[in-house]
């Protein structure tokens, strides 16, 4: 006989799990479209987390906190958008160099709110708390239907991000610029503007991401909350070829991944520290694959991906 209160806590526990990883792997999807690779979602993501306990507590608004965050996100991103964007610096030190300052100025602003617990975002109304269907379907439908709105917005959100890359103007802007600036330019795009437009956008969504891990999942703040999603949401852009749609599936397989991990601890002879690196192999194994440079031209990488663009009038 299945136990459905544990697939239901299975499938409760990877519903919320992905939001985080959609939210920021559907942000760097958008800047790395543009040729920008920003390993700075690390950093935007615990800045947003601690921003949105912080609006949160004070304005006893979870919403607001929650888009605040990704204010805060969008903030350090755009100092990672000036140095590779504006300046032409390496992407790479640059977006490391974004992260290690979100994480510390995070573990020093943060002292005051560690431990100060939340209640977490409201279930939805779409719960049906008194339904007509047998006990033992009730956990799994519970599993479906019983979670904030930000659950379900985060399925609409890599939807939205398809139509705006594919089906209008600015979307196709951002393509050109991470297939061939030069180009792009030579058709009266601004570079520099698309470009530093995406990177916004995508520390924006990464800012929101890490708002929901402290507001939706966790329910407090505590130092170094996001533990490395931030880069497992790097690794899923590429895994998902650069499409938003396949993020949304990707992101589902790795909060599995997650959620499992969690759920056989104490259940299983294996070490718990063990069960809790099982998502961050895959993240290592994804990585190596597709850095391989024939596996990025058949995934589909952006041609100028990662490449610096300056205009001629800035060389003479």
């Known amino acids: 006989m299945i136990d459905t209160f544990l697939v239901g806590n299975f499938i409760f526990l990877t519903l919320k799990n992905a939001v985080p990883l959609v939210l920021a792997s559907v942000g760097e ?36 906190g929650f888009a605040v965050g990704g204010l805060a996100g969008l903030l350090l991103a755009s100092i990672h958008g000036f140095i590779t ?34 209640y977490g975002l409201r279930p939805s109304p779409l719960y049906p708390y008194d339904v007509g ?28 991000a398809t139509w705006l890359l594919f089906k209008t103007k600015y979307g196709n802007s951002v393509r050109a610029c991470g297939e061939s600036p030069s180009v792009a ?26 708002a929901y891990l402290s507001l939706g999942i966790v329910g407090t703040w505590v130092e170094n909350i996001t533990a490395g999603i931030g880069w497992i949401a790097v690794g899923l852009v590429a895994f998902s070829m650069w499409m938003p749609v396949r993020v949304l599936m990707a992101s589902y397989i790795m909060a599995a991944l997650i959620s499992m991990s969690y759920i056989l601890q104490g259940k299983v002879g294996v070490s718990s520290y063990f069960l809790a690196m099982i998502p961050y192999i895959g993240t290592i194994m994804i990585l190596t694959i597709v850095n391989v440079e024939r596996f990025k031209l058949k995934l589909g990488a952006p041609t100028a991906l990662g490449r610096p663009y300056i205009r001629e009038e800035r060389l003479g």
């Open 185 to 210: 330019e030579s058709l009266g795009i601004n570079v520099i503007l698309i470009r530093f437009s995406a990177v916004l956008l995508g520390g924006f969504l990464a800012g929101l991401g890490g």
């Open 85 to 118: 964007v504006v300046f032409g610096a390496n992407q790479i030190v640059s977006g490391i160099a974004v992260t290690m300052t979100g994480l510390g100025l995070t573990a020093l602003l943060g002292r005051g709110y560690v431990g100060r617990s939340l």
């Open 133 to 160: 269907v047998p006990d033992y379907l009730k956990p799994l439908l519970a599993a479906l239907v019983r979670h904030d709105i930000i659950v379900y917005l985060s399925i609409i959100i890599p939807l939205l």
């Open 29 to 64: 999807v958008i800047a790395e479209r543009s040729g920008i690779i920003n390993l700075g979602v690390e950093g935007s993501m615990v800045v947003g987390a601690l921003v949105g306990v912080a609006v949160t507590l004070m304005s006893g608004n979870y919403l607001l």
